[in-house]
């Protein structure tokens, strides 16, 4: 089964992730998002980055 609904918008995603008191990279991963080295050594989501940044425009749950 597969439903396919509206992702939050940017700023509704940052305040649910700061509400619970989670970093991006967190979030990620407690969504299932892949996270990686970023170019200074930290880690990063850039799918995260693609969501905060309204650039995904549906989620899809499997």
């Avoid at 509206?6 to 998002?33: H, I, N, T």
């Amino acid at each position: 089964m597969h439903i396919e609904m509206p992702a939050p918008s940017g700023e509704e995603l940052k305040a649910a992730r700061l509400k619970a008191g989670l970093s991006q990279v967190d979030a990620a991963v407690l969504m299932g998002y892949p996270v990686q080295t970023g170019s200074r050594g930290g880690l990063q989501s850039r799918t995260w980055q693609a969501l905060v940044s309204n650039e995904v425009k549906s989620i899809r749950f499997c």
